[in-house]
């Protein structure tokens, strides 16, 4: 039985979106607005959410960030490189399987794929907001 599988049923991890990733995502729908309009900020931030919600099911799929060696935990991403004409983009995370509410998602932060990666100083106040420690 894989550590993603309890009794052949996949375990679901609940998310949650710290508060760096919530005002990331405002920002950039309201930059999306700007550039392309209501009804495509409204798509792209869906699409966002999408993304969010597939990380409830086998979140370690994706690989490490290249930011996780500035934390105190393993920090992932998922590349989004949508087909439309946005941008693609980078959500952080972290996965914790055993937490006091069971297995859960943290969404840390969403970054353009061309922005640089994050400095230590945001990650240091990442984690502090988000409360991590290492497992």
Same mark, same amino acid.
């Given at each position: ?44 931030? =869906? /699409?966002?959410?999408? *993304?969010?919600?597939? @990380? ?10 290249? +930011?996780? !060696? ?30 006091? =509410? /069971?297995?859960?998602? *943290?969404?840390?932060? @969403? ?10 100083? +945001?990650? !240091? ?11």
């Amino acid at each position: 039985m894989s550590p993603e599988t309890t009794d052949e049923q996949p375990v679901v991890y609940a998310i949650r979106i710290g508060a760096r990733a919530e005002r990331d995502i405002s920002q950039a729908t309201a930059e999306t607005i700007t550039a392309l309009g209501k009804e495509k900020a409204k798509v792209w931030q =869906d /699409g966002v959410m999408e *993304v969010v919600a597939s @990380l409830s099911l086998n979140p370690q799929r994706y690989v490490r960030a290249n +930011e996780s !060696r500035m934390f105190t935990r393993e920090v992932r991403q998922f590349v989004h490189r949508p087909t439309t004409s946005s941008l693609p983009f980078r959500l952080l995370y972290t996965v914790t399987e055993n937490g006091p =509410d /069971g297995p859960v998602v *943290v969404i840390l932060a @969403l970054r353009y794929a061309a922005m640089a990666t994050l400095t230590r100083k +945001e990650a !240091r106040e990442i984690e502090m907001q988000n409360e991590l420690t290492g497992d």
